[in-house]
């Protein structure tokens, strides 16, 4: 159906439509009238594409008010606060968490780890002084505070207190009015059945017929395109750009963010085949695999009824939210069953997969909101969703959403209520309705043998979907009954279930079989890791299995049968035997060869019945009891499956599986990982322990003998050569492996119901064996223990029980801190502990004999510790250690110990039997204490010729094959051990010869020690002295050599600022005017280079050197952070704003090469890139497209090379200023002449488009305008500025210096390389100024001394950037530095800020960046020819340009001040000398002629205005300082080395009145016009007193720093959780980014925020880096707890400066603790920010982080 014309909205009177609605209610008949006025105006609505504001007042208008009116027969705002005024106090939060938000649980209150809290329900409750976990939100779920079941105590908080009244004895229907009542069930049921019938409409091109508006319907049809998790976002972008009409890359990536969220959008509107024909575009070319996007055209008309369905669903939430009846209501109404006997909340569950994606979070929330929280309703809803789970969890897996948007995802609010939970299980068989489904899905997997198989090629997402059903099955399983909880009832259904578990189990029993390869290597790697990972997500549901069987007898009783009778299934019957006799005992054995037939690991049927098996002494149960009726119940059977496991590690580590490659690893690996071995490898050895006890001893050692082929190693006549020795090694190394597993089998008893142990003793030794390898963090130890289901609580208190935390030693440095074992911990370690690997055992042997020596222990011995006492049940395992077969090994292989030569023998092996002697002699020696005499071991051991005792005194006496101390320490201890605990046994026998024995020979050994360690001594000595004297001898003989070799350093500097010691000359040196004082060489004046190691003096005329360099532009000092960056092809810098927004910032890592070697090498990396990126397409660390490299030795970032220039003053003669009789106001006359009369005519046809209107003037004509004396005194001033012409540089030096200006405008500017630009020579002396005033501002904020606290990386840096400013203006035209200087004087001495498109004026400019600038162009002012060489080293020159820049600073810092922004006065108050009466009059004055209100209070004493401006000032005297001591190479004083806030030392080395009135006083007339001039600009007075986009500062410039971070970071992810992405209306944002430099949130990586920056697609982030801090940014990633660090293309991560009590900090919020800013880690971050490191570092870490070099930066 198609309309033609869109249909006019017919006249509207609410009146009459709310008469006709109240009427049909009272007939019954609502849902009939509704529809009849949606069928209009839903189209009107939502169906003419109206701009979404005016959308929302259409569907308030003609929708949702009148159904309010028609709810409330009055105004509904007033209705609704008489309805909430009814409402019980809630003691249930239910707070709806939304994507980001921070949620709480407590570790010591919390059910299970779903139970969780919002910030306010945490805040102010008792949990916040409990153990915590925080944690953000993926949305969805709510705030469990006031749900009783979730909490062990302190269920509610301050704000959700229990009613007094119980909620269930008062119905809260029964406080609305009858009549609203009536009309809201109306209303809702009616909203409800739309909304159900129109969500499950699966017609795209018609309503149904009571929808359908009169008339003929237009041709307007819909492209719907529809979202799934196949397809990625840029392969649905190309798509829609080649099937959607006019589709820009930017409405793409719109469609695209849009199908993304809401989980459908419109692409395309018009005619039906229009839109058919972009549809079957879009099917035929978005194919991924064999799935194409889905697509639908849909008609206008059933779109808007869907739009408002989406609406009337927020409608209802707001509506039920208001009152607690209404809500009662609508529950009560959307659980009645219907016609069909389906409620409607019932119908929207099942056809969940067919809506998409906001429909369904919406319904999902609606729910919640409503069914959810009403706790009848919750149970009904409960029962229902149980009842259609395995249809639910069937579309689920055809499905292709992600889980949480799906309806499957609630049953996790459903199951994990205990109740709920409990009941579903007793009266509707949770666990197998959820196990059957669960198996179905597994059939599918099955191969010929009914076992599992998960290869890639046969995996499909449905199965990794239908998985989640395990989850489910553990929420289902966590409410374990007490004994006195269980029913039958509840019996018979866990029963039913615990079956379908055990198929599952008996599916996997054997997957992933392996046979070993005897020929070839493997051919391709088997799938192993489909079988871990299915594994691992069972593991909860077998341990939870296993506790509820172990709680009722019955149950355990009948669990027990029942998974003994399904393991008999799983043995092969037709299995044959074979007998073998050992020390007289025979046994059949089973026949089964490990090398050559198919073993699996993977055996959870075997492993949960040994799980099952130690709760059997609980009920005095015995293994073959009548009672347990198990037919066939083997133990020699039930060992055999973990036994072949065993042998199999066994022959692996022997060498024997090399073939089978590196799956097999990877299987032995994650078999004893800490993740899976809980249930794979601990069980193990439980049955085979469980066997130990069932099984004759000697029968079972034969058992093992057999299984690792050691029958024969066993013989005393295999250690016989017979020619046959290729498998020796291997058999030695299986003897080792089965040596250790007797060890694992009689000394791993801390397993309760194994062992007399509890859980806890179990976690403390887990504990202690961790941290005997080393001490640890936190967090390491977590890693390596098991998980606590209860929020490991248990593993933190076992960890304080049996260790001390030490934080870092260092004092200020951010670091974690170390957990160290107790000293009376030690004991209880066991070298063999069965979950050390061979690395960590080795390294906690190692760790724990350091440490006996260093405490100077004079026992070395790691014995075996006291093992706990067996149960009762498993106490026959001690009878191994005295069984005839063990007896007969141990004293076999102690004989071949102390025979000459044995070719099966081994260290290992005779350490490992005297461990286990040292268990036997424990066992022994408790056997004794109890007066158990069954046990004899010393008996035994004492037997045959010869006997333990005369083996053991043989070994200590002449230790001959022992190589290891720590084996000799072992063996005396035994003996000495073993004589005690016979002693003990009988007397018949003194000690004492033993003793003498073991003693004598532990001092011939020590002797041997120290006789061998003199020797060693002496050889050494005579080593020494004889290449003593060979180096004597050649320096002798090569004398030439070493005289001008200085031994001290490869690179050498003169007097630098590094310098502490005080000057050569005894006065206070003075760097400018008459009185200059000596210069000095400073800098660095000779240097090796780097790359050929030559060393060289820094010449003008020689092969130049360089320094490698980088240059970036900074804003870190700026102001005005909201302003952005101006662009570099338009910016004019030779007047530096004020507030410092963008500079150029140089720095160098100090390192200095040749100029030829460097190009050299940056040729080499030039080529090398070209061939790498044929091959590997991801960058680098540096970018070669922007010239970067890495420094040669440090591999410091650096994109240009740094010149060096030889100190200034060698490069000219010395000259004497002292008859040069020149006052300042003649000077200064003389400039402003100079000025003027370079002005053009503006009529001249020689100034049109002319950037410069100026024409340089000769001296001569300028002292023709002069007084005779004054003009002869000029002239003399600038013939000496004239004799100042530096020596020619060297061709390779020239070359060198336009690289560098060339480099530094292109970085510096961020625009393409230009050598001619006249703004080449500006930006160079720009970079000088801008690094000069950062390195004082960061030592001004660290309180350090401007001279000596710098690195000399940064010294060298700052004095080749001087030294290159000065002599720049060789490489450029004399005219155009000319025309620099004229514009910079026609700033202060003419109107040239008024002037030009953007007038400037006083305060606008940074009088620093103008003093270095014209200090290095005035110079050239009236030099001939057309290349300026003259240098600005004329002091009296110099003198007078710092004292007009001053002047004029100190006007800016009049016109500035501003009391009310100074604060408290510190300090006494002074007195007011003649300086600081002056100083007011000239501040009145000229704030008086700037247009400044009268005097008042609020002005300043005069002595408070002196000493702000001396602090004002402060910071230019610092880097004039800076600046001229690196131009004139005049020492620093003393004074200045250390810190100083005082101006005075600072003045009288730059030759300046210390009274600043001087500076204005008696300095004629000429200079009171110049101020006047600057206070009575136009451009000053709308700056001061007007709104203006340029920023007005204040003096002293703070020094920037990092955004203030609140000291909770549970604080910072709230604030951050209510941030919206901007450009998608609002919608939750997955990454929110915040900038620490200005404090601005982002949407990261996310392709609704992407821009454009010169033709790059950019994400915010990167965007925002390019506005704030021009290209480099520091972000905090606050839902990933992590730095993210930014540097045009290229980025990396670091950990965030938040971390947890224990130091460590948390990426990705994985361990939860609470979090708390760390100063001394954001103090280094700010530092890194400030210093321009980021570059940098970022290079650093991709450097040590390979993986950062794919991520895509820019996107971010």
């Not at 159904?67 to 609704?80: A, H, I, K, N, T």
């Not at 198989?453 to 059903?469: G, Q, V, W």
């Not at 060096?1204 to 400039?1231: E, I, R, Y």
């Not at 992407?1650 to 839902?1679: F, N, P, S, W």
Request: aromatic share 8%; glycine share 4%; with cysteine.
């Amino acid at each position: 159906m198609a309309m033609k014309n869109v249909i006019a909205t017919p006249e509207y009177r609410q009146d009459t439509l709310l008469e006709e609605w109240w009427n049909s209610c009272e007939k019954g008949n609502l849902l009939p009238a509704l529809k009849k006025h949606w069928r209009i105006f839903v189209l009107s609505v939502f169906g003419n594409n109206h701009d979404p504001g005016k959308e929302e007042r259409l569907a308030h208008k003609f929708l949702f008010r009148p159904m309010e009116y028609f709810l409330c027969r009055q105004d509904p705002e007033v209705v609704f606060e008489e309805l909430k005024a009814k409402n019980m106090p809630s003691q249930l939060c239910g707070k709806v968490f939304k994507t980001g938000e921070p949620t709480y649980s407590c570790r010591d209150c919390a059910n299970d780890p779903t139970c969780v809290l919002c910030i306010d329900c945490f805040q102010n409750g008792a949990h916040k002084n409990h153990r915590y976990k925080m944690n953000t939100s993926g949305g969805g779920g709510y705030c469990d505070c006031g749900d009783q079941e979730a909490w062990t105590s302190h269920p509610f908080c301050n704000l959700h207190s229990p009613n007094e009244v119980n909620q269930d004895e008062k119905n809260p229907i029964e406080t609305l009015p009858v009549d609203l009542t009536d009309r809201a069930s109306a209303l809702f049921m009616a909203a409800l059945q739309y909304i159900v019938e129109i969500l499950t409409w699966n017609q795209c091109d018609n309503l149904p017929s009571d929808l359908q508006v009169e008339g003929e319907l237009n041709d307007t049809y819909i492209t719907m395109l529809f979202n799934d998790e196949v397809h990625t976002f840029d392969q649905v972008i190309k798509t829609l750009q080649r099937a959607v009409k006019h589709c820009t890359a930017q409405q793409a990536r719109e469609f695209a963010t849009l199908v993304d969220r809401e989980g459908r959008a419109t692409v395309y509107r018009g005619c039906f085949t229009s839109c058919e024909q972009c549809r079957t575009i879009i099917d035929s070319t978005s194919r991924h695999g064999s799935k194409p996007l889905k697509v639908q055209v849909m008609h206008t008309v059933v779109v808007a009824h869907q739009t408002f369905c989406l609406r009337l669903m927020v409608w209802l939430q707001k509506m039920i939210e208001k009152s607690d009846g209404l809500r009662r209501l609508f529950c009560l109404l959307s659980m009645k069953p219907q016609e069909d006997g389906k409620s409607l909340m019932e119908k929207l569950l099942l056809h969940d997969t067919q809506l998409w994606k906001v429909a369904r979070i919406l319904s999902h929330q609606l729910l919640m909101a409503g069914v959810l929280m009403d706790q009848e309703c919750k149970k009904q809803f409960a029962v229902i969703f149980t009842k259609w789970y395995p249809n639910v969890m069937r579309d689920f897996a055809r499905d292709d959403h992600d889980h949480e948007v799906c309806v499957a995802s609630l049953s996790v609010q459903i199951y994990t209520v205990p109740s709920l939970a409990r009941m579903l299980v007793t009266d509707h068989d949770l666990l197998d309705v959820i196990l059957v489904p669960f198996l179905a899905a597994c059939e599918e997997k099955k191969n010929a043998n009914g076992v599992l198989s998960l290869s890639k090629a046969d995996r499909t997402p449905s199965f990794k979907r239908a998985c989640f059903m395990l989850y489910d099955l553990k929420y289902a399983l966590l409410c374990k009954p007490t004994s006195d909880e269980w029913s039958d009832k509840l019996r018979e259904s866990f029963l039913r279930g615990h079956q379908s578990f055990l198929k599952l189990l008996k599916m996997m029993q054997g997957m992933d079989e392996v046979k070993r390869q005897t020929g070839m290597h493997l051919e391709y790697e088997p799938e192993w890791e489909g079988a871990f990972n299915l594994q691992m997500r069972v593991d909860d549901v077998i341990s939870s299995f296993t506790e509820w069987c172990s709680t009722d007898r019955t149950v355990y009783i009948e669990a027990y049968r029942q998974a003994a009778q399904m393991l008999s299934q799983c043995r092969d019957t037709t299995q044959k035997s074979e007998q073998h006799t050992v020390c007289g005992h025979t046994v059949k054995c089973l026949k089964y060869d490990v090398q050559s037939q198919p073993v699996s690991i993977h055996l959870p049927l075997s492993r949960y019945l040994a799980g099952l098996h130690v709760y059997m002494g609980d009920y005095n149960l015995q293994f073959g009891c009548s009672e347990l009726n198990v037919q066939g119940l083997d133990p020699v059977k039930m060992i055999e499956p973990p036994l072949r496991v065993q042998v199999l590690i066994a022959q692996s580590q022997a060498g024997l599986w090399r073939r089978n490659g590196y799956a097999l690893l990877n299987q032995i690996y994650f078999y004893h990982n800490v993740k899976c071995r809980q249930e794979m490898y601990d069980k193990d050895i439980l049955m085979l322990q469980i066997g130990a006890s069932a099984v004759d001893s000697n029968e079972f050692l034969i058992h093992l003998l057999n299984r690792y082929g050691l029958l024969l190693w066993i013989r005393p006549e295999y250690d016989v050569p017979t020619g046959q020795d290729d498998n020796v090694r291997q058999t030695i190394m299986l003897a080792e492996e089965f040596l250790n597993l007797l060890l694992i089998i009689l000394g791993e008893r801390y397993v309760p119901g194994l062992g007399q142990v509890t859980h806890e003793d179990t976690l403390k030794r887990e504990v202690i064996h961790l941290l005997c390898i080393s001490p640890m963090s936190n967090s390491e130890l977590s890693k390596n223990l098991p998980d606590s289901t209860n929020l490991k609580a248990d593993i933190e208190d076992a960890i304080h029980a049996v260790a001390n935390f030490r934080k870092p030693t260092s004092v200020g440095t951010a670091g974690s801190g170390k957990f160290e074992l107790k000293n009376e911990c030690y004991k209880e370690f066991n070298p063999y502990f069965y979950h050390y690997c061979r690395t960590d055992q080795s390294q906690a042997e190692e760790t724990q004999i350091k440490r006996k020596k260093e405490e100077k222990s004079a026992n070395h011995t790691l014995p075996p510790p006291v093992p706990p006492k067996f149960t009762p049940q498993f106490a026959q395992i001690s009878n191994l250690l005295q069984s005839d077969v063990l007896v007969h090994i141990l004293s076999l292989i102690l004989q071949r110990s102390v025979a000459v030569r044995s070719r099966s023998w081994s260290e290992t092996q005779l350490d490992r039997v005297l461990h286990l002697i040292g268990l036997a002699l424990h066992e022994q020696r408790r056997n004794i204490h109890e007066g158990n005499h069954n046990f004899d071991f010393i008996g035994k051991a004492l037997k045959g010729e010869p006997n333990f005792t005369q083996l053991l005194e043989s070994l200590v006496t002449d230790p001959k094959n022992i190589s290891h101390d720590s084996t000799k320490d072992l063996l005396s201890w035994i003996l000495q051990k073993f004589i005690e605990v016979r002693q003990m046994t009988s007397s018949a026998e003194a000690n004492g010869p033993v003793e003498q024995l073991a003693s004598s020979s532990k001092e011939e050994n020590e002797a041997a020690k120290k006789r061998k360690a003199r020797l060693a001594a002496k050889r050494k000595e005579k080593i020494i002295a004889k290449i003593s004297q060979m180096q004597q001898n050649f320096i002798r003989d090569n004398a030439d050599l070493f005289e001008s070799t200085d031994a001290d350093s490869s690179l050498t500097r003169g007097t630098s600022e590094m310098d502490i010691s005080e000057s050569a000359h005894h006065e206070t040196p003075v760097a400018l005017g008459k009185y200059q004082s000596l210069p000095c060489s400073i800098g660095i004046t000779k240097a090796t280079c780097i790359l050929c190691q030559e060393e060289q003096e820094i010449s003008h005329n020689s092969r130049a050197m360089v320094l490698a360099g980088f240059v970036q532009r900074s804003t870190v000092m700026s102001q005005c952070k909201s302003r952005n960056p101006t662009d570099g092809e338009n910016l004019d810098p030779l007047f530096t704003s004020s507030d410092l927004h963008v500079g150029s910032f140089t720095n160098s890592c100090g390192h200095t090469m040749h100029a030829d070697c460097w190009q050299s090498f940056f040729q080499a990396i030039l080529v090398k890139e070209r061939r790498r990126l044929s091959r590997i397409p991801h960058s680098l660390s540096y970018n070669i497209v922007q010239l970067e490299y890495l420094c040669p030795l440090c591999e410091s970032l650096s994109n240009t090379v740094i010149p060096l220039v030889p100190a200034l003053h060698s490069l000219v003669t010395d000259s004497d200023l002292c008859d040069v009789n020149l006052s300042f106001g003649d000077w200064l006359d003389g400039l402003q002449k100079t000025v003027k009369n370079a002005t053009k005519q503006e009529s001249s046809s020689a100034s049109k488009g002319d950037p410069f209107p100026f024409l340089p003037s000769s001296l001569s004509s300028i002292t023709k305008m002069m007084a005779d004396s004054v003009a002869s005194n000029f002239q003399l001033l600038w013939q000496y500025v004239n004799n100042t012409k530096g020596g020619r540089f060297s061709e390779s030096l020239m070359e060198m210096m336009k690289k560098f200006a060339k480099d530094v405008y292109s970085f510096g500017l961020g625009v393409d390389p230009d050598d001619m630009n006249h703004r080449v020579s500006i930006v160079a002396w720009n970079t000088c100024a801008y690094t000069i005033i950062n390195l004082e501002q960061y030592l001004r904020y660290e309180n350090k001394p401007l001279f000596g606290a710098s690195p000399s990386r940064n010294v060298d840096c700052i004095n080749a950037l001087v030294k290159f400013a000065a002599v720049c203006s060789h490489i450029m035209p004399q005219e155009v530095i000319k025309k620099h200087c004229l514009r910079l004087l026609s700033g202060l001495l003419s109107n040239g800020l008024g002037e030009g498109d953007d007038p400037q004026c006083i305060i606008d400019v940074d009088m620093f960046h103008y003093l270095v600038a014209v200090t290095m162009a005035l110079p050239s002012l009236y030099t001939e020819g057309t290349t300026a060489s003259n240098l600005p080293l004329n002091s009296l020159n110099n003198q007078y340009i710092l004292e007009l820049v001053l002047t004029a600073h100190i006007v800016q810092v009049m016109l500035l001040h501003d009391r009310s922004q100074d604060g408290e006065e510190g300090g006494m108050e002074m007195e007011n000398d003649a300086d600081s009466v002056a100083l007011m009059s000239m501040y009145t004055e000229i704030r008086r002629k700037a247009g400044c209100l009268p005097p008042s209070n609020n002005d300043p004493l005069p002595w408070q205005l002196t000493r702000h401006i001396k602090r004002a000032v402060l910071p230019f005297l610092r880097c004039a300082t800076v600046l001229y001591h690196n131009l004139t190479g005049v020492p620093i004083p003393a004074q200045l080395q250390e810190w100083t806030e005082e101006v005075e030392p600072f003045c009288s080395y730059l030759s300046l009145p210390t009274s600043f009135s001087e500076l204005f006083l008696n300095q004629g007339e000429l200079l009171e016009r110049v101020v006047n001039q600057w206070c009575s600009s136009d451009v000053l007075r709308s700056r001061l007193y007007s709104a203006s986009s340029r920023s007005v500062v204040s003096y002293p410039l703070p020094v920037n720093h990092l955004i203030d971070l609140p000291d909770d970071y549970s604080q910072l992810i709230n604030q951050i959780s209510s941030f919206t992405c901007p450009s998608s209306k609002g919608n939750d944002s997955q990454l929110p980014t915040m900038c620490l430099v200005c404090g601005l949130v982002v949407c990261s990586q996310s392709y609704c925020c992407q821009t454009e920056i010169k033709d790059m697609k950019v994400g915010a982030a990167t965007e925002h880096t390019y506005r704030c801090g021009a290209g480099v940014g520091i972000l905090l990633r606050v839902r990933e707890c992590q730095i993210v660090l930014l540097a045009g293309t290229k980025g990396c991560f670091i950990p965030a400066p938040y971390v947890d009590s224990y130091g460590e900090t948390d990426q990705g919020l994985r361990r939860g603790n609470p979090l708390h800013l760390c100063k001394d880690s954001y103090k280094n971050l700010q530092k890194m920010w400030f210093t321009h490191c980021i570059p940098e570092t970022v290079a650093h870490n991709i450097e040590s982080h390979m993986n950062f070099m794919s991520i895509h930066w820019q996107h971010l």
